[in-house]
Structure formats: C-alpha cells, structure tokens
C-alpha cells in the first residue's frame, strides 16, 4: 500500500499582506515592534514589485511614480 502526502487546502495559509507604496525603494520590519523581524529595505525593480524575505508582505507600485 502506497501513501501519498495530503493535498494543502488552497485556504491552508493567508495570502501574505499587500502593500501599496509610491517609492521603488521600501523598508519593512513586520510591524508590531518587538514582534517583528530586523528591518530590511527593498528595491521594487522593473517589475514594480517585492516581497519581503522575513514576512512575505508584498510591496506593490502604485501610480505614475516610476
């Protein structure tokens, strides 16, 4: 007999937190103080976009500002 590994539910994790910002440079600490990570500064390159590396919040490009 053969197991497989169960399939994850589609709902089994939260999407990450999307943050919308003006800058292509952005700096997160996850948020709540003490409780969040060391603070980390991203570049939004060409793409317009990042994910933090500690909390996966995605940092998005909003408006002409490029």
């Given amino acids: 007999m053969t197991q ?3 399939t994850p539910s589609p709902t089994a994790f939260p999407p990450p937190e999307t943050i919308h910002v003006t800058d ?3 700096a997160c600490d ?3 103080g003490a409780l969040g990570h ?3 500064f991203l570049e939004l ?3 317009g976009q ?5 909390c ?4 998005v490009l909003d408006g002409e500002r490029h």
Wanted: aromatic share 8%; proline share 12%.
């Fill in 4 to 6: 497989t590994a169960p």
């Fill in 45 to 47: 390159g060409e793409a």
């Fill in 50 to 54: 990042a994910t933090c590396p500690y």
């Fill in 30 to 32: 996850g948020g709540g």
């Fill in 24 to 26: 292509h440079r952005v």
């Fill in 38 to 40: 060391p603070r980390v």
């Fill in 56 to 59: 996966d919040r995605l940092f």
